[in-house]
T-cell receptor, first 114, second 112 residues
């Protein structure tokens, strides 16, 4: 079974530029999560989708971050404009259903904002 | 005070040692407790999952939860160099894997 796919693996941009990350979850997984992991910290949930609907985006900085999950499969996370403090690893995870099923993580996209 | 506290380490041990990793938390509503292992430049992978208080054993790994003390532990017996990774505790209030709150992670180094 293929895992959660993310691209790109690495991205370097200048502050105030925009950037987008892509995630393809495990086939059949209805729930998709985006986490931000700053160096030396644990992952922090940014947004959770159930199919193509948003379940929780309470910690998403909506003035600069946006995410969508068209057709309930792939998802993109966008940052516009980027700030230095957005430098982090962006992890995508998916699970079969909400709640009591394990979430599987992708390898992440490492973003450096200079 | 952060919701979940975890010593970042690094924790260095020789091969074969028993390792103890710990987290404390402040939110008494947490009911689901997990330990994830994260290798360098990889995503976290689930090691152990526990609901409420008690012990759970899986091979060389034992997870303990003491809700009265708001304290959870992960023990690794007969540690191996391949166990070298960052170990993240995570917990949630509702429905297991939803809306996890992670600790910072403890880096473990097992030397041959």
């Amino acid at each position: 079974e293929a895992g959660v796919a993310q691209s790109p693996r690495y991205k370097i941009i200048e502050k105030r530029q925009s950037v987008a990350f892509w995630c393809n979850p495990i086939s059949g997984h209805a729930t998709l999560y985006w986490y931000q992991q700053i160096l030396g910290q644990g992952p922090k949930l940014l947004i959770q989708f159930q199919n193509n609907g948003v379940v929780d985006d309470s910690q998403l900085p909506k003035d600069r971050f946006s995410a969508e999950r068209l057709k309930g499969v792939d998802s993109t996370l966008k940052i516009q404009p980027a700030k230095l403090e957005d430098s982090a690893v962006y992890l995508c995870a998916s699970s079969h259903t909400r709640g009591n099923t394990e979430a599987f993580f992708g390898q992440g996209t490492r973003l450096t904002v200079v | 005070q952060k919701e979940v506290e975890q010593d970042p380490g690094p924790l260095s041990v020789p091969e074969g040692a028993i390792v103890s990793l710990n987290c404390t938390y402040s939110n008494s509503a947490f009911q689901y407790f997990m330990w994830y292992r994260q290798y360098s430049r990889k995503g976290p992978e689930l090691l152990m999952y526990t609901y409420s208080s008690g012990n759970k054993e899986d091979g060389r790994f034992t997870a303990q939860v003491d809700k009265s003390s708001k304290y959870i532990s992960l023990f690794i017996r007969d540690s191996q160099p391949s166990d070298s990774a960052t170990y993240l505790c995570a917990m949630s209030v509702n429905s297991g894997y939803s809306t996890l709150t992670f600790g910072k992670g403890t880096m473990l180094l097992v030397s041959p």
